[in-house]
């Protein structure tokens, strides 16, 4: 005798001999915790599923718990060290900058220019750090040649 029952579009089917279930990687915790109920309440009562089975779907559900809560955390690592970046550039307004930019002449010739500027704001985006000069230049920090006090140089 065999049962079937779906949740959340994960089918789990229960027998006499042998329990399985189909988890996608889109099952949650609260999928996960229906679909071993949907086990438990359609199981055969003349032979009830095996403990070790039942064990053994325990430990699966609490490694997907585990590993949710890991996720979510580097999660908010991720995001901490971005606004730590952020914050640690902060020190560059009102600094004075200098840095090299190549372009392309209308022969297709490589042409630098060594441009200049002051820092009016730093700003993040996917994950990098660039500068925002008074002349409304994006500046890679990458590309910083020499850095200094305003009326000091460059």
């Given at each position: 005798m065999s049962t079937g029952t779906t949740v959340n579009g994960t089918t789990a089917?229960?027998?006499?001999?042998?329990?399985?279930?189909?988890?996608?990687?889109?099952?949650?915790?609260?999928?996960?915790?229906?679909?071993?109920?949907?086990?438990?309440t359609n199981q055969d009562?003349?032979?009830?599923?095996?403990?070790?089975?039942?064990v053994s779907q325990m430990a699966e559900f609490t490694t997907l718990e585990q590993t949710q809560n890991m996720s979510d955390a580097?999660?908010?690592?991720?995001?901490?060290?971005?606004?730590?970046?952020?914050?640690?550039?902060?020190?560059?307004?009102?600094?004075?900058?200098?840095?090299n930019e190549t372009t392309t002449d209308s022969d297709g010739n490589p042409v630098t220019d060594s441009l200049s500027g002051i820092v009016q704001a730093v700003t993040l985006k996917d994950g990098s750090v660039s500068y925002l000069t008074s002349?409304?230049?994006?500046?890679?920090?990458?590309?910083?040649?020499?850095?200094?006090?305003?009326?000091?140089g460059v």
């Amino acid at each position: 005798m065999s049962t079937g029952t779906t949740v959340n579009g994960t089918t789990a089917t229960t027998s006499t001999q042998s329990s399985t279930s189909s988890v996608n990687s889109a099952l949650d915790k609260n999928s996960f915790l229906k679909l071993l109920i949907a086990q438990l309440t359609n199981q055969d009562p003349t032979s009830p599923m095996d403990t070790s089975q039942f064990v053994s779907q325990m430990a699966e559900f609490t490694t997907l718990e585990q590993t949710q809560n890991m996720s979510d955390a580097i999660d908010k690592l991720v995001a901490t060290q971005s606004n730590q970046a952020l914050s640690e550039q902060a020190s560059m307004i009102g600094k004075q900058i200098s840095w090299n930019e190549t372009t392309t002449d209308s022969d297709g010739n490589p042409v630098t220019d060594s441009l200049s500027g002051i820092v009016q704001a730093v700003t993040l985006k996917d994950g990098s750090v660039s500068y925002l000069t008074s002349d409304g230049d994006q500046v890679d920090p990458d590309s910083i040649s020499e850095i200094s006090n305003v009326g000091e140089g460059v």
